[in-house]
């Protein structure tokens, strides 16, 4: 990764969010007001639903959803990073991966703005803070490697077959109530749990939780679960991509 | 002018870009898939048949230094394939190019313009993918504005530009580096109205006479025969006549004739 390419980087993540909100007055500020909104409707349905099994419903709620909310912006709009972009993919002489890149890159600043409003939240609901919330920008990182491994994957799936779209807009439907967003996990029969728990946005999850929420160490399991996930999807993306390169210039 | 550049000495210098015998064969679904579901359908019955499309076949030439070589052939005949695969988008079926891929600047126009974006934003982006550092579109900010004649109106949205308004702005964006060894233009004469189409011309040949080494795609016989030293035609990926301009011109519009009398 050179100076070029850093500063291509640079140029795509600032147009996708100048593009994002170019119509709307409030511009990145929804950015902040979007989980924020997202929180007070959830809370409002299952608030009183959860009283007894969670406290901070929340808090709760809004930890799991940045990040999944990262995800799958991170994910849906690398998808079509390369078909968006396929008049500037034959003139660049840089890897043509700095376009999933850049759109992978352009969700984590907006996740970093929504870390705004759960700053706030955390204030507002008194989380007092440990040592063990220093923890979370690690989670965040393996998150995002998680996320760009994915992304690379479905870039150049999305090039070939137009489809995938639709059904990994399917898929994710699944993945968000497998990912125990807004419930608590112990509400479901044991088996359930035990799916649950390997899939790796649960882990990701679980584990901001118990450094945020609940001020513990998440397990050596849980560590080691979402290094193993984020460390191995993003080398099967880096290969996918890099193997299928010259097909994809014949196919745009 | 022209006569100078064909010296025969030159010829045995190091060629800057050397076409060796490219071929680039396509896998054409005979019935086009694009669909996952299509997709598995046709697997499932074993006819997912292809047939090859031979877009370019054994293509050869050199170009030197300073030389200005035209390559020339009807609408998809597989002139942009070969820029493709010159300037390093595409690795060809067979055969191999060497070039100095860091030096060559691949001039086509309108291409990465984001509509969205104003246009300050847009040469800043566009600079970024042609290689260009920030510091260096900054220096060049002015220049680049003023040689689009576009005062003004650089914090307005690109949408609300005029074609010719968008084709000025990509050449001047596209220009502004000072000595691209190679420069290849696809099509890209004739931008603008009649006074840019002059100016862009002069700032062309300016390049040309900066000693940069220039391929010129087009299928006008006009643009080849007023600037090139050289031309190439390639007609359904086959290397038809390599030579001098007026000549390789000549039999082209002859076999457009024949063609066309014949259609």
Redesign the interface.
């Known amino acids: 990764m050179d ?2 390419s850093l ?2 980087i ?3 993540v ?2 996708e969010i ?2 994002k909100y ?1 119509r709307s007055k409030l511009g990145i500020i929804w950015s902040v007001l979007n989980p924020l909104l997202s929180m007070a409707v959830l809370s409002l349905i299952f608030s009183s639903m959860f009283r007894k099994s969670i406290e901070n419903y929340p808090v709760y709620y809004l930890t799991g959803f940045l990040i999944w909310n990262f995800f799958t912006t991170a994910t849906n709009t690398a998808m079509t990073s390369l078909a968006d972009n396929q ?8 890897p043509r991966s700095v376009f999933p890149l850049a759109r992978v890159c352009t969700a984590f600043v907006n996740y970093l703005y929504s870390l705004a409003a759960y700053l706030c939240i955390l204030l507002l609901f008194r989380i007092p803070f440990t040592w063990y919330m220093l923890l979370y920008p690690a989670i965040a990182a393996m998150v995002f490697f998680f996320a760009l491994g994915l992304g690379c994957i479905l870039s150049v799936l999305y090039v ?5 779209r639709h ?1 990994y807009s399917v898929l994710l439907t699944l993945w968000m109530y497998l990912s125990a967003l807004f419930y608590p996990l112990e509400l479901l029969p044991e088996g359930m749990q035990a799916l649950i728990r390997q899939n790796p946005i649960y882990s990701f999850i679980a584990a901001a939780r118990d450094c945020i929420l609940y001020g513990r160490m998440p397990g050596a399991d849980v560590w080691a679960r979402m290094a193993l996930w984020s460390l191995g999807v993003f080398l099967a993306g880096a290969w996918i991509f890099r193997g299928s390169q ?1 097909r994809i ?2 196919k745009l | 002018m022209r006569e100078e550049r064909v010296r025969k000495g030159k010829k045995r210098e190091r060629p800057v870009i050397s076409v060796r015998n490219v071929s680039m064969f396509f896998r054409v679904p005979v019935e086009n898939t694009s669909s996952l579901k299509e997709f598995v359908i046709s697997m499932a019955a074993g006819r997912n048949r292809y047939r090859t499309l031979r877009a370019l076949n054994g293509i050869r030439f050199d170009v030197y230094k300073g030389e200005i070589v035209g390559i020339i052939g009807t609408n998809g005949s597989g002139k942009s394939t070969l820029l493709k695969i010159i300037s390093g988008a595409m690795t060809p079926t067979r055969g191999r190019v060497v070039a100095d891929r860091k030096s060559i600047q691949l001039l086509t126009l309108g291409t990465g313009f984001d509509k969205e974006l104003t246009a300050r934003e847009n040469v800043y982006l566009n600079g970024a993918i042609l290689g260009y550092s920030r510091e260096f579109i900054r220096r060049k900010y002015d220049s680049i504005v003023e040689f689009a004649e576009l005062q003004g109106f650089m914090e307005q949205k690109v949408k609300n530009f005029s074609s010719g308004m968008v084709s000025r702005l990509g050449f001047a964006v596209a220009t502004a580096r000072d000595t691209p060894g190679i420069l290849i233009l696809d099509e890209v004469l004739s931008v603008g109205d009649m006074f840019f189409k002059e100016k862009s011309g002069k700032k062309i040949q300016e390049m040309i006479h900066s000693g940069a080494t220039v391929l010129i795609v087009s299928h006008s016989t006009d643009t080849i025969l007023r600037n090139c030293t050289r031309a190439v035609w390639i007609e359904k990926g086959i290397q038809k006549m390599t030579g001098d301009p007026e000549e390789v011109c000549r039999a082209y519009i002859e076999y457009g004739k024949k063609r066309g009398g014949a259609g």
């Open positions: 100076r070029q500063f291509v640079q140029e795509l600032s147009r100048r593009r170019s008049m500037l993919i034959l003139q660049v002489k840089l070939f077959f137009g489809d995938v059904l010259n210039v014949q």
